[in-house]
């Protein structure tokens, strides 16, 4: 398999140590199904790409840009958890990649979930396949196509869940969102995109959005006082009305 085109290989070996807590929350490290991160690995700039190779010095994964060596490339960790490879000579030019294009099962804030109308690119949260193994699981988060909502999906072809339609202030179906005081929702479609994303009111505190394994959407909020993230809310609100989850007992 060529890894180097797989985008489940985006959650290589980034810590997200936020307020420098190593422990808060930590980045797969894996780099696809089948290919993990062991011994020594390196991860450098190579010909206008950032390149991830083995011990053996083997390339196992690129961000295979269309590059020119003469080009002066860098690689930016931002405080807001994204990873962008970016032009060093103009830093202010729209980012060559940026790891908020490939979320995986993490939605931070800044970052879009929502749909490319250019080159129909879906940008959707994934769930892991278990809490201990980071590799693609069954259910997944994405944009309606034809509505302002969001939908949750089991192995991407049975819809079970809806947020609602989007009001300008909550989803319908979320009610918890009216007792929101954190973060500010906004919602843009152009003739280019259409996408969701959120800021935080106060820019100290640490949030995050999860399509955990269980196929539940989870808004979780980092305690400092217990070292642990607490869920504010989780939507479907039982997991038996998750597919499948509670066999014949599944209910929409």
């Known amino acids: 398999m060529d890894v180097r085109n797989n985008p489940w290989i ?3 070996v980034i810590f997200l140590c936020f307020s420098l807590k190593p422990h808060v929350s930590l ?3 894996t780099i696809s199904a089948n290919s993990s991160l062991s011994g020594d690995q390196t991860l450098r700039i190579s010909d206008g790409n950032l390149a991830l190779f083995n011990e053996s010095k083997i ?5 295979n840009l269309s590059s020119s060596s003469s080009r002066s490339v860098e690689a930016v960790l ?3 958890g994204n990873l962008v490879l970016r032009d060093g000579s103009n830093p202010s030019l729209s980012p ?3 790891s908020f294009d490939f979320p995986a099962d993490t939605w931070l804030p800044g970052a879009k ?3 490319s109308k250019i080159n129909n690119r879906n940008t959707r ?3 892991w396949k278990s809490k201990d193994n980071p590799a693609p699981g069954l259910f997944s988060l994405e944009l309606d196509p034809n509505q302002s909502q969001y939908l949750i999906f089991w192995k991407r072809s049975i819809q079970y869940w809806t947020s609602g339609e989007w009001n300008g202030q909550i989803f319908s179906l979320v009610p918890e969102m009216r007792l929101n005081y954190i973060y500010n929702f906004s919602y843009v479609s152009n003739d280019n995109e259409s996408y969701f994303t959120y800021s935080m009111y106060n820019s100290t505190v640490i949030s995050r959005f999860v399509m955990d394994d269980g196929g539940q959407i989870q808004q979780q909020t980092w305690s400092a006082s217990t070292n642990a993230w607490f869920l504010f809310w989780s939507q479907p609100k039982t997991q038996c009305e998750v597919y499948a989850y509670c066999g014949a007992f599944w209910k929409l």
């Open 113 to 115: 979930v929502g749909l």
């Open 125 to 127: 949260l994934i769930s």
């Open 96 to 98: 060559l990649w940026q």
């Open 59 to 63: 390339l196992i994964w690129s961000t």
């Open 10 to 12: 985006m959650p290589f």
């Open 27 to 29: 980045g797969a490290d």
């Open 78 to 80: 931002g405080n807001d």
